[in-house]
């Protein structure tokens, strides 16, 4: 039940073209939906994040989708660009007196061919 | 410049060996977490520290072990108990009040042969 389920394992998009990356969680206790972008060798940075009051979130050209009743959210990246190229991971988390566990996806390696 | 510094970047060590991971945050958090990252899996959550003194074991902490004297320092041994030691271990940190956001360090290469 602390699954986080992530889809596609890895990606292979145009330019310009639309990257969409799915997770699927079980515990409804989950209440912070944050996703995170990798480049290799490189820490985590945080790319955008979602509430469960709230069925989307767009910054920029990110975008993240929400489904509270199918306990589902995805990342849309619009206009995928050569250099969002990198490892995209979802986590869920549940706050808990202050401290905020994640459960971290499997990640997925996203490619954009010039 | 605030942030999270680990080092070293590249860690090298004998097998049987202890090692010690350092991280350290300017960024006034209270709250410090240990994470390894292995190939095609997901981070996973060695321990955490919400305040000073005090650290609570995550999902896999079994073969580490931490220390928080201090609010800005989170330093992780990696003892020759951890059967599998070599991976990418990741610092992060966050406010423990109304805050979700984890801010991650560069992370530290760990390969033990």
Same mark, same amino acid.
């Given at each position: 039940?602390?699954?986080?389920? $992530?889809?596609?394992?890895?990606? #292979?998009? $145009?330019?310009?073209?639309?990257?969409? #990356?799915?997770?699927?969680?079980?515990?409804?206790?989950?209440?912070?939906?944050?996703?995170? $972008?990798?480049?290799?060798? &490189?820490?985590?940075?945080?790319? #955008?994040?979602?509430?469960?009051?709230?069925?989307? &979130? !767009?910054?920029?050209?990110?975008?993240?989708?929400?489904?509270?009743?199918?306990?589902?959210?995805?990342?849309?990246?619009?206009?995928?660009?050569?250099?969002?190229?990198?490892?995209?991971?979802?986590?869920?988390? !549940?706050?808990?007196?202050?401290?905020?566990?994640?459960?971290?996806?499997?990640?997925?390696?996203?490619?954009?061919?010039? | 410049?605030?942030?999270?510094?680990?080092?070293?970047?590249? *860690? =090298?060590?004998?097998?049987? /060996? %202890?090692?010690?991971?350092?991280?350290?945050? %300017? *960024?006034?958090?209270?709250?410090?977490?240990?994470?390894?990252?292995?190939?095609?899996?997901?981070?996973?959550?060695?321990?955490?520290?919400?305040?000073?003194?005090?650290?609570?074991?995550?999902?896999?902490?079994?073969?580490?072990?931490?220390?928080?004297?201090?609010?800005?320092?989170?330093?992780? @041994?990696?003892?020759?108990? /951890?059967? %599998?030691?070599?991976? =990418?271990? *990741?610092?992060?940190?966050?406010?423990?009040?109304?805050?979700?956001?984890?801010? =991650?360090?560069?992370? @530290?290469?760990? @390969?033990?042969?």
């Amino acid at each position: 039940q602390q699954q986080v389920k $992530q889809s596609p394992q890895s990606l #292979i998009v $145009q330019k310009g073209g639309i990257s969409i #990356i799915n997770c699927a969680y079980e515990n409804t206790a989950f209440d912070y939906f944050p996703w995170y $972008q990798q480049f290799p060798g &490189k820490g985590p940075a945080l790319l #955008i994040a979602i509430r469960p009051d709230v069925s989307e &979130k !767009k910054e920029g050209r990110f975008t993240i989708s929400f489904n509270k009743s199918a306990k589902q959210f995805s990342l849309h990246i619009m206009d995928s660009q050569p250099g969002d190229s990198a490892t995209y991971f979802c986590a869920a988390s !549940k706050g808990t007196s202050g401290t905020y566990k994640y459960i971290f996806g499997t990640g997925t390696r996203l490619k954009v061919l010039a | 410049d605030g942030g999270i510094t680990q080092s070293p970047k590249y *860690l =090298f060590r004998k097998e049987g /060996q %202890n090692v010690t991971l350092s991280c350290e945050q %300017n *960024l006034n958090h209270d709250a410090m977490y240990w994470y390894r990252q292995d190939p095609g899996q997901g981070l996973r959550l060695i321990y955490y520290s919400q305040i000073v003194n005090d650290f609570q074991k995550g999902d896999i902490a079994e073969g580490y072990s931490v220390s928080r004297e201090k609010k800005e320092s989170f330093p992780l @041994t990696v003892t020759s108990a /951890q059967k %599998n030691p070599t991976a =990418f271990y *990741l610092c992060a940190s966050s406010w423990t009040e109304s805050s979700y956001e984890q801010y =991650f360090g560069p992370g @530290t290469r760990l @390969t033990v042969t």
